[in-house]
């Protein structure tokens, strides 16, 4: 038996051995410890406080298998991958694996051979899982992104509800609950929905001294993201809307000769992602232009700024990433640009992406009948989607169908894949056979079988480049030749380059009219609402901004944080603010525009270093080069 003495010397040299840590970050000891003396636990910390190290690190001293519970797909991939990296056994499943590799992932949990096992809360219903877990010893239950079981959080998952079921049939298993975004209102929910018995709850405050928060209403966003970066000499996070944003914004930095400039977003390929990732995960320099695409379970303390292009589309989502700002506690900065057309535009989009029953409806009704698939029918194979075929049978825009689309991905009634990856091919046929097809198919399989090892037992991913460099044929012919065998049945090929889907849960018309457009209808409605305190939120010029985020995540009381863009406008309107001095300090270095003044003074109002500008020009002290730029006299 080992005393509890040498326990708390086998905590810290696991800390030190796995995660290269001397110490623990805030309140993460006394979540373990509780965790560990299997209590269940309640967790709100905010991002960057290090919640996964909180069911990490008891996984490995607790005799089992920790089963975490996370609602994306992504998020497990990147959280195994990283625990992988760091010499610990994980696995995931999910919908994309193949049966063969679950039952592998199965055996090796039943061996005692991983220690964290993640799923999704979808599998918590599957009659597979739910046998074979039979089989498993579970040390606890870790929910990540709990806030996903209220009906009032951001990402409502009624799959969450699993989760109280299945505890009521593995009693005795401690429950971990972790979220980094809830409201008193969504706390009280999870507490009530994963029925957490004796709860031992740990919440620390949202508030983070170290980030000074700006907004800052703008036109020329191009211009301003580059004054800002001119002078920066750290690593940092600018989040844009779309793809094309953070391709043509990071071509726009690197022709004004900004170096250390990329960009990131889903639609790279997964080699190209890491790749990017690790630069910039390795440098003190790098910056990422980024759609929210980046950023999930990122272990970077050292970014010390955060640019929004755009405001996000809820307070939660914004909270979060700003806070993969300054994890250092070191100064951080995170700036947050819009301006009014902008919030109409994203109105207008909200509106546009929102179909109506009648053509939320029709949407899935045609996805069933374009695969034939008949009610009560579940087709074990995975489809390729003509996103052009739909909108022009529906009439429908390409938001409102995929608005659709993720919203049945989400709720894992399809796996819906819209991202660029490498493509699929699986044999239909034995060896043997195809000698007795036509002659002009069997010498392409033939080429094939030489080619893509594997594809006689199971499904293999693979490039049609490197088909097409061994065979000396171009790609466009071998993916038409594949696609002519797929329609004989010869084989299966799944195109990596366009979006596919596979069915997960039987047709169900009664549900598709019924249960499934009420839960849509609930989550555009959450969704709109979140955006008009996030527009409130933005345009609001007389409250701290920290103190408004507080306030939202139910600390009432809390002081002005001094700091941010409308505390220091404030100072300015009581006490006047002269920087006179700071001005001239500057344009001794060399000439600069207003806008690159405001820039490196901390963002005092332009109007501010106007004021000063006009008193500096009639004291001669300072002389106008040109309509823009200013110089010492």
Known sequence: MISSQEFQQLKYDTLKHFWGYDSFRDSQEEIIDSVITEKDTLVLLPTGAGKSLCYQLPALLKEGVCLVISPLLALMKDQVNQLKHRGIEAEYLSSELEDVDAELIFNRCKEGLIKLLYISPERLSNAQFLQNVEDIQLSFIAVDEAHCISEWGQDFRPSYQNIKEFRKNNT?????????????????????????????????????????????????????????????????????????????????????????????????????????????????????????????????????????????????????????????????????????????????????????????????????????????????????????????????????????????????????????????????MQADEIDQLPQKDAYFIELLLRTVSGITSHKVMFSEQQVSNKIGVGIPLIKERLKELHQKNYLEYVDGALSSVKFLKPRDERAVQGAYWNLFEHIQKNKIQKWEEMKFYVENKEYCKMRLILSYFGEKNSKNCDQCSVCEQNKQSIFGKNISLQIVDLLAKKPSTIEELSVQLSYHPKENILENLIFLLDSGKVKMLNFRTYTLA
């Open 172 to 428: 005795g298993i401690p429950c971990l609950a972790l979220t980094a975004t809830a409201t008193p209102k969504v706390l009280e929910e999870i507490k009530i929905k994963l029925e957490l018995k004796n709860v031992n709850v740990f919440q620390k405050s949202f508030k983070r001294k170290n980030i000074k928060i700006f907004t800052d209403e703008v036109s020329d966003k191009f211009q301003r993201v580059l004054d800002i970066l001119k002078y920066n000499s750290n690593s940092g996070i600018v989040y844009v809307r779309t793809r094309k944003e953070a391709e043509l914004l990071t071509a726009f930095l690197q022709k004004n000769n900004l170096k250390n400039i990329d960009f990131f977003h889903a639609g790279l390929k997964t080699k190209e992602k890491n790749a990017k990732q690790s630069l910039w995960n390795n440098s003190s320099q790098h910056v990422l232009i980024s759609t929210n695409a980046f950023g999930m379970g990122i272990d970077k303390d050292n970014v010390r700024f955060v640019i929004h292009f755009s405001p996000s589309s809820s307070l939660e989502n914004y909270y979060q990433e700003i806070g993969r700002a300054g994890r250092d506690g070191k100064e951080s900065f995170a700036f947050l640009l819009w301006n009014k057309q902008e919030l109409v535009n994203f109105d207008q989009i909200l509106k546009n992406q929102t179909p109506s029953k009648s053509e939320f409806q029709k949407i899935i009704t045609y996805l069933y009948s374009i695969f034939q698939i008949a009610e009560y029918e579940l087709p074990e194979k995975v489809f390729q989607l003509n996103m052009a075929g739909i909108q022009n049978f529906t009439k429908l825009s390409t938001a409102k169908i995929k608005n659709v689309l993720n919203f049945l991905h989400n709720q894992e009634i399809i796996y819906f894949n819209d991202n660029k990856s490498l493509s699929s091919l699986e044999l239909l």
